[in-house]
């Protein structure tokens, strides 16, 4: 007797011609008994049999895997998708597929709240009902350092190139630099708000350095004779 898949056998031996021989096939965890076959051909599928010997004879106990389901969901639909659901014969390699939306990104396979695999292609060999989510991090919100030139009459002057205005990770250190001058007039200093006073006032040098925890507009004041 031979045993192919997760199983054994009993019933093997020498006898002699008549002997009625019982053959037992036992399936293995996670396995079911498929049958006898003899030269390929299955003839039973109970998994006991009786044999009479009138000659040399092989039969071969088959077992496969049982029916085993992978089940797969996001954590948020929105910031991503699954794929690799699937119901197959314990024992087979499976991959389970996360594909993150947009800025946003994959986080890790979670069975229950135990990290499973960080990889967003996750191939293993499935044995038994599991139940994977992909979790998904939304993308990390920015903040926008805007800049804006004015002149003393607290009215907008286009044209003006300021450095440091842009978009940042919240709570960036950020350096903002005015020209000296401008079609404007000259510099005076940085104001947080309008209008234009000494309240409002944040410096009067040309670079200012802040931490940039939300998205800000900050004056450059320009002063001219005419």
């Given amino acids: ?28 965890e996670g396995a079911t008994f498929d049958g006898w076959y003899r030269n390929g051909v299955r003839f039973s599928v109970s998994n006991m049999i009786q044999v009479t010997m009138t000659d040399n004879d092989s039969i071969e106990a088959r077992f496969v895997g049982a029916p085993v389901t992978l089940a797969v969901s996001s954590n948020n639909n929105s910031l991503g998708t699954v794929s690799g659901g699937q119901t197959v014969t314990a024992g087979t390699s499976v991959t389970a597929v996360a594909t993150p939306i947009g800025e946003a990104s994959f986080v890790g396979w979670y069975e229950g709240n135990v990290l499973v695999s960080s990889d967003a292609s996750y191939t293993f060999t499935l044995n ?3 139940t994977l989510v992909a979790h998904f991090a939304a993308p990390a919100q920015r903040v926008v350092v805007s800049c804006t030139a004015v002149d003393n009459q607290g009215s907008v002057v286009s044209g003006v190139q300021f450095t440091g205005a842009g978009s940042y990770e919240p709570n960036t250190s950020v350096t903002v630099e005015a020209p000296a001058d401008s079609s404007a007039g000259d510099f ?13 006032r944040l410096t009067t040098n040309r670079t200012y350095q802040f931490e940039a925890t939300e998205s800000v507009t900050l004056y450059a004041m320009y002063y001219s004779q005419e």
């Fill in 1 to 28: 007797i031979s045993v192919v898949g997760n199983g054994s056998a009993t019933g093997s031996g020498y006898y002699t011609e008549g002997t009625n021989v019982v053959c037992i096939a036992t399936a293995g």
């Fill in 128 to 130: 038994s009902n599991r």
């Fill in 188 to 200: 005076t200093g940085w104001y947080s708000a309008l209008p234009i006073s000494v309240e409002n």
